[in-house]
């Protein structure tokens, strides 16, 4: 066990893992009240929200999709992901949980490439015709990278937020939990809150009853191979918007 990972472990909860709901390319969203985020989900807002599965991203994925396969391992690690979504009058509420055996996190600044190493990601694509969207990565230190991203289909650029102050920031909190003596795997959690004030340039932004956004959500962990996991699955790239699933807003 390396120092760092013994360290989180000690100070951070364990959170006990379960399946979720199974992707059907369409996730309705509750409202809440806005609330306190803790990093492992504890606030009884979450409890109206369902569990969603991420899945690992490998060639058997892929063929039973009639999709390219070249360069992916046939199998690796198996873990569990899932995550949860919420919207208040001020933003979007992402919660993931993510079970694990080796942290892979070496990065210690934001707005660093932490989709080198053990990561989850939000895509949002409150536009559903357009060619932006928004994406928000965090690493299990809390490390986060924030993007706007324009993607014609042949060229993807992408802009760190400008004036990312106030209202305009992200929260965000991890845990880290302690490995169970049996399995050798841990859990890790990261809760993050979206504000619309950084995305309000969208259209459909802030959502009402009825709004729909595409979006994806997605992991990637490094224990070995770099393992690729998202709740729609995407062809070569998590850069797929026509592959994203379906928030329709309650």
Same mark, same amino acid.
Request: aromatic share 10%; no cysteine.
């Given at each position: 066990m390396s120092k760092q990972y013994f360290l989180a472990a000690v100070i951070c909860c364990v959170v006990n893992i379960s399946f979720g709901q199974p992707n059907t390319g369409l996730l309705k969203v509750k409202m809440t009240e806005d609330f306190?985020?803790?990093?492992?989900?504890?606030?009884?807002?979450?409890?109206?929200?369902d569990w969603n599965v991420i899945t690992q991203r490998d060639k058997t994925t892929l063929q039973q999709n009639n999709w390219n396969t070249e360069g992916?391992?046939?199998?690796?690690?198996?873990?569990?992901t899932q995550f949860k979504v919420l919207y208040s009058a001020k933003g979007i509420y992402c919660l993931f949980r993510a079970e694990d055996s080796l942290l892979t996190v070496t990065n210690k600044a934001d707005n660093t490439p932490l989709y080198n190493e053990d990561v989850v990601e939000v895509f949002l694509k409150p536009d559903g015709d357009g060619n932006d969207y928004f994406e928000y990565e965090l690493s299990p230190w809390n490390f986060e990278l924030p993007l706007m991203i324009q993607n014609n289909g042949k060229d993807i650029n992408t802009w760190l937020p400008?004036?990312? @102050?106030?209202?305009?920031?992200? +929260?965000?909190?991890?845990?880290?939990?302690?490995?169970?003596?049996?399995?050798?795997?841990f859990t890790w959690t990261a809760e993050i809150f979206i504000p619309?004030?950084?995305?309000?340039?969208?259209?459909? @932004?802030?959502?009402?009853?009825? +709004?729909?956004?595409?979006?994806n959500f997605y992991r990637i962990d490094y224990d070995?191979?770099?393992?690729?996991?998202?709740w729609s699955l995407t062809r070569r790239s998590y850069h797929d918007p026509e592959k994203f699933g379906t928030l329709v807003f309650e």
């Open positions: 306190a985020i803790t990093g492992d989900g504890t606030s009884a807002n979450w409890n109206g929200a992916l391992p046939e199998h690796d690690i198996q873990y569990q400008y004036m990312y @102050v106030g209202g305009r920031r992200t +929260t965000h909190l991890v845990r880290v939990g302690g490995k169970d003596a049996k399995t050798n795997r619309y004030e950084l995305i309000a340039t969208f259209n459909n @932004v802030p959502p009402q009853k009825g +709004t729909q956004w595409r979006a070995r191979n770099p393992v690729y996991s998202s």
